[in-house]
């Protein structure tokens, strides 16, 4: 039965996809073969759910991939209570997402071939969060890149999508180098990729160092940073981010899907699925946290000045990872992959809110040329409304009390802490005031809708809002799963058993005595925070509309970095892009070109010449390759009898 | 065990071979011709697939043995037999062959039998090179490999043909005569037999193993090609009819990597174990500059030629550095290798008939007219470039894994390659087939129809089936693998001190 909950995607990629490939096709009709196929692995999931929660973990080896020497690795199924809340959110928000795409992408003629590759991603990310081994999870962590790379690429003819998948490859390639590199070292370490084994044995190897080049470097630590890198390209983190707000160029539902509720997060998932590496390594959680600490801070900033509306979503995105990444750093993975599950909820909806005024829009996703739209999108306005309130952490909705958790928990975590707390917060604000932004200026204050546009403005059909009404009962909801009340906390309930044991700090049954007190403050200054975000926001975008853009004529150097993300793609362009290519084109010319070629040039010109003398001496009769053949071997053989 | 199939090897070295003599005296028009070597070759592939039925995975031994006198007086046999390491070969050659055939259906027009001809003859030296535990057997075939891919590129290649067809002829030339001279030598101090299986394992002194080993290093390098001897691939591909460049990557480079397993590692074990590190830099730097080399280029065909530089840089590591991932690795590399990059020049090939241009500036958006070509194209990059799930994957990863082991920062370099092979190939994609079409003609193009799809399909079914499970190939290697290490690893380096000590 579990098995089943990949494969039934998987059934409906290669269906859909040989059918577009050999005959006519499913077209416009390839929704009746995916939906189902989701909503059944859906179904499963929430069984193998309940059936994990009381019977404990379930695991299955399919088959054995590979032998060689001492290494072996196998596919298979494991599903324990953090891959079993992984299964819900996958199947729960490509479910949703595959509804909505059957009115958001009705009439594209890629219509089959886009469900084909939602399929292909379900089945992979599944898989992905089932593995048992580095192997496994490596097999499909770069699966689920494939299918980021394909979807992104879906409206191909635009060169700003093709560019941008490429770009998202490549870019995750390099976070792969330092997983692969991690799992080799691994491998050598302890002979064997199964967690279970890598878990039992690396802290036997903890004060171990391994010489790499003439350095020797302390092993667990190099182990634990090699895969932070994967986890930093996945989860588009400091400094590999640039991939996520290019890949926005793929359609909106892949936006919600893949580049929101959960390949992006496969990278914090990899963090706590791997906690008992990590932890071993405090220099490394340090690394881990402090990436995470300025990833959310510093992508929060250029996404107070986008103009594109599905841009300022995708950097919320990079900084939501941000603060997942920070709390699995500082010890408290659980508090992350809550925040994980939350914001699976409200990203996605906002995302699919953000494609509905797209869709409404004919296409435009500039805010400049929004506004006003709350009477046309009713629907869209409400759940949209609701996904803000999650993300700018205002209570009761699911994204304060995840995001409270990791406030507290880095509060707590000592020493430092207390500046990660400030980072957290003061990215709080910033999100709540984008958040914000985005609704005061697409949805309030006068239009600034194109004429033409107006006209044809109209709400989406059910099929799309019906996902976003359900995703917006579980941005309220989500977070109720985790609340801070002993007894109620469902969350630590399932993934205590999980996560905690190797988690480097207190045990996380209770909290200890004096910290309890703090709770209730600390809440109180992040309810404070945020509110103070919205309600700037609102005197700026609705109180006072010109004061923006007198700021930013006022700050306009910190307003053009931020608008310019930084500047950070134009550094690697010069940095890295160019001088490599011109490496390329240098290193051609010179060494293969110049160099070996007119060396060998040089040599079988001149044999050729001498081929010519010797064929006169032969009447020219003599085949050239039998003559060079004996003259050599004469030669060589004279030199080896002498050598005798 | 397998006596019920007593002759199995001689038929496929003599079938093609057969056919080829009838085939020159065949009256029949170039259609019947054409048809007449496909159905041969597909004979052939047929009669190979027992092969992997009747082999005995838990043996090193040499199995399909047969052994005929053939020179009694200087003790040459004709001798064949396969072991785990040449039987996954002689299968990628029987599956090439049809699959070139079918590749030259419509694009070799001018003396269509002399084609089928020489494709046949190589065909059944090739098989004979995998098979062959004779040392005179082998150096026959050998030679005899290199006439017909000569004419097939001076005869059937591109514009500037005659300046690859010598280019390739000299290398490859002097690669052959320094092994003629291994093998006189092997005979001379090896007891006056040319049988491989015996030469192995011989205590030979150490001058001997010193200059042996450089003749067979220079022999397969040239062949592999490790860099820097390269050069002559580039200008044999771009030259090169389509079905040309397809047995060139699948097969004929693979010879090189045969040939250090089969000869190089067990004859002088000990040399070889002093030369790894020089080896396995020259690897790593073959996996890096070949695909700088390839980011580096406009023509498709220099493209992929420069990648399988690259990719072959992962067998030789993988070989030289003498652990079971390494080898097996090595070894799965090259059939993948064989598979993907064959596939790629096929699908150069399927696009050069219908523009006669392989530069890539005169693509663009090609995936709106043909998408089945698209999703190929797209395919076998993605296999080039070591996706997880896909053929690549699996034996790159194991090399790596091996390399890791016993040199650490090497693995780190040539990791680095992937990377840069993800760079190149997919920057190819994006120029060819994504973006809007560029020119008019572009727009009318064809998509591929069911010929060229039947030549594609079996090795995308490849590609998704060795990448998703790869055991049951590795588990085909692992005695013979095993026991290669066994004859390498009891060897001691050579002292280099020994090599200049007179006997």
Redo the contacts between chains.
């Keep these: 039965m579990d098995a089943l909950i990949p494969l039934l995607p998987f059934a409906a990629f290669v269906v859909i996809g040989l059918g577009d ?2 005959g006519r096709g499913f077209g416009p009709r390839a929704h009746w073969i995916a939906v189902p196929a989701v909503f059944g692995s859906l179904l499963l999931s929430l069984v193998a759910f309940g059936s994990v929660l009381s019977d404990g973990p379930h695991d299955l080896t399919l ?9 072996r690795a196998s596919i298979g199924i494991h599903i324990d209570a953090l891959t079993a809340v992984m299964l819900l959110l996958v199947t729960i928000v490509s479910g949703l997402v595959h509804l909505y795409t059957v009115g958001y992408m009705h009439g594209d003629r890629g219509y089959a071939r886009f469900f084909a590759y939602i399929g292909l991603f379900t089945f992979s990310m599944l898989m992905l969060v089932m593995a048992a081994n580095l192997l496994q999870l ?6 689920v890149g ?1 299918c980021s ?2 979807l992104i ?1 879906h409206w ?4 700003s ?3 941008a ?2 770009k998202a ?2 870019v995750n ?2 976070g792969d ?1 330092g997983f ?2 991690g799992i ?2 691994i ?2 370490l302890v002979g064997s990729l199964d967690y279970d084994q890598v878990f039992a044995e690396l802290p036997k190897h903890a004060g171990e160092t ?5 350095f020797e470097l302390p092993a667990v630590t190099l182990i634990a940073l090699l895969l932070f890198m994967g986890a930093v390209g996945k989860s588009a983190q400091l400094p590999l981010h640039v991939w996520l707000p290019d890949a926005m160029e793929g359609p909106t539902p892949i936006s919600a899907l893949i580049h929101a509720a959960t390949m992006v997060t496969a990278g914090v998932f990899m963090i706590a699925r791997l906690i008992p590496i990590f932890s071993l390594s405090p220099a490394a959680m340090s690394v881990v946290a402090a990436t995470g600490a300025a990833t959310a801070l510093f992508a929060a900033t250029i996404a107070l000045t986008q103009n594109d509306i599905k841009r300022v979503v995708a950097y919320s995105t990079v900084s939501q990872l941000g603060y997942m990444v920070m709390a699995c750093g500082l010890g408290a993975s659980m508090a992350g992959i809550f925040h994980l599950l939350t914001h699976g909820a409200f990203k996605a909806l906002l995302f699919l809110c953000c494609g509905s005024v797209i869709h409404a829009m004919a296409g435009e996703q500039d805010l400049r040329k929004m506004g006003g739209l709350k009477s046309r999108l009713p629907v869209t306005y409400g759940t949209f409304y609701i996904g803000a309130l999650a993300l700018a952490g205002i209570p009761p909705l699911s994204g304060f009390f995840s995001k409270d958790e990791i406030l507290f928990r880095a509060f707590l975590s000592g020493g430092t802490g207390i500046l990660f707390w400030g980072v957290g917060v003061a990215t709080a604000f910033l999100t709540a005031f984008y958040s914000f932004r985005l609704i005061y200026t697409v949805f309030h204050g006068p239009s600034r809708v194109d004429p033409k546009v107006a006209a044809s403005l109209h709400e989406s059909p059910p099929v799309m809002t019906i996902p976003l009404i359900v995703l917006a009962v579980l941005s309220v909801t989500v977070g109720w799963a985790g609340l801070p009340v002993a007894g109620w906390n469902g969350i630590e309930a399932a993934l205590g058993p999980v996560l905690s044991p190797a988690e480097s700090s207190e045990p996380d049954s209770g909290l200890p005595a004096g910290q309890a007190g703090l709770l209730l403050p600390l809440m109180g200054v992040s309810v404070a925070v945020a509110l103070a975000g919205w309600m700037t926001a609102r005197y700026f975008y609705l109180t006072r509309p010109e004061l923006p853009g007198r700021l930013a004529a006022r700050a306009a150097a910190l307003y053009r970095l931020s608008l310019n993300k930084w500047y950070v793609d134009e550094l690697y362009d010069r940095l890295v892009v160019r001088p ?2 011109r ?3 240098r ?2 010319r010179t ?2 070109v110049q160099t ?2 007119e060396a ?1 040039n040089g ?2 010109g001149s ?2 010449a001498g081929a010519r003398v010797l064929r006169l001496l032969q009447s020219g009769q003599l085949q050239h ?1 039998a003559l ?2 004996m003259v ?2 004469f030669v ?2 004279t030199v ?1 009898l002498i ?2 | 065990m397998n006596e019920n199939m007593g002759h199995i090897l001689t038929v496929l070295i003599f079938l093609p071979l057969a056919g080829a003599i009838v085939l020159a005296f065949f009256p029949g028009n170039d259609a019947g011709v054409r048809r007449i070597a496909l159905g041969l070759t597909a004979a052939t592939f047929l009669f190979s697939i027992p092969l992997l039925w009747g082999f005995d995975v838990s043996t090193h031994e040499m199995q399909f043995v047969e052994r005929v006198p053939w020179i009694p007086s200087f003790h040459i046999e004709y001798a064949v037999g396969v072991d785990g390491i040449s039987l996954l070969f002689v299968l990628l050659t029987t599956l090439l062959a049809p699959i070139c055939v079918l590749a030259s259906w419509i694009s070799v027009t001018a003396r269509v039998k002399e084609f089928m001809i020489a494709l046949l003859v190589m065909e059944a030296a090739m098989i004979g090179v995998f098979v062959s535990l004779d040392f005179v057997l082998f150096y026959v075939f050998w030679e005899a490999m290199l006439i017909p891919m000569y004419l097939i590129i001076g005869v059937w290649g591109g514009p500037n043909r005659i300046y690859a067809a010598i280019k390739f002829f000299l290398y490859t030339l002097a690669g052959s005569l320094l092994l003629l001279v291994a093998i006189l030598v092997l005979y001379f101090a090896g007891g006056r037999t040319f049988d491989i299986l015996h030469l192995m394992g011989q205590p030979y002194p150490a001058t001997v193993q010193f200059w042996i080993f450089w003749a067979f290093f220079l022999a397969f390098a040239i062949k592999v090609p490790m860099f820097p001897f390269h050069t002559w691939l580039p200008d044999a591909h771009v030259e090169a009819p389509t079905a040309g460049s397809v047995i060139l990557a699948s097969i004929l480079l693979k010879m090189g990597g045969y040939g250090f397993l089969r000869f190089c590692l067990p004859m002088v074990p000990q040399a070889s174990r002093s030369f790894t590190k020089f080896i396995l830099v020259l690897s790593v730097i073959a996996i890096l500059y070949g695909a700088y080399m390839a980011l580096a280029q406009t023509d498709l065909k220099k493209l992929i030629a420069y990648s399988s530089v690259s990719h072959m840089g992962f067998v030789t590591l993988g070989i030289f550095v003498l652990n079971a991932q390494g080898i097996e690795g090595a070894l799965l590399q090259m059939v993948n290798h064989g598979i993907t990059t064959g596939a790629l020049f096929l699908l150069v090939g399927m696009i050069y008939d219908r523009t006669h241009s392989r530069q890539i500036t005169d693509y663009g958006g090609i995936a709106r007219p043909m998408p089945r070509y698209g999703a190929m194209l797209v395919i076998f990059a993605l296999s080039s470039l070591g996706l997880p799930g896909m053929n690549s994957f699996a034996g790159e990863f194991l090399v790596l894994l091996g390399t890791f082991m016993t040199h650490a920062g090497l693995a780190v370099l040539a990791t680095l390659g992937v990377i840069l092979a993800a760079v190149y190939l997919l920057w190819m994609v994006q120029r060819i087939l994504f973006g809007p079409i560029t020119t008019s003609d572009n727009a009318r193009l064809t998509d591929l129809g069911m010929r060229e799809m039947a030549i594609l399909v079996p090795l995308v079914l490849l590609v998704f089936g060795i990448g998703f499970y790869p055991d049951p190939l590795l588990s085909l290697m692992h005695a013979s693998v095993d026991h290669l290490l066994a004859q390498v690893n009891a060897a001691a380096p050579l002292q280099l001190s020994e090599v200049w000590v007179r006997p």
């Design positions: 490939l050999f088959y054995t991939w590979a032998v060689s020497g001492t290494f490596y097999i499909f962590w770069e699966a494939l790379y394909l690429a191909y003819e635009r060169p999508a093709a560019a998948a490429t490859f490549v390639r390099v180098f692969a590199l080799f070292l491998f050598r391994i010489s790499i080049a003439g490599t290519t490496l390329a084109d290193l051609w060494v293969d070996i070629d060998v040599v079988g044999t050729l390759y060079v053949m050599g071997t060589i053989l080896y050598a005798q």
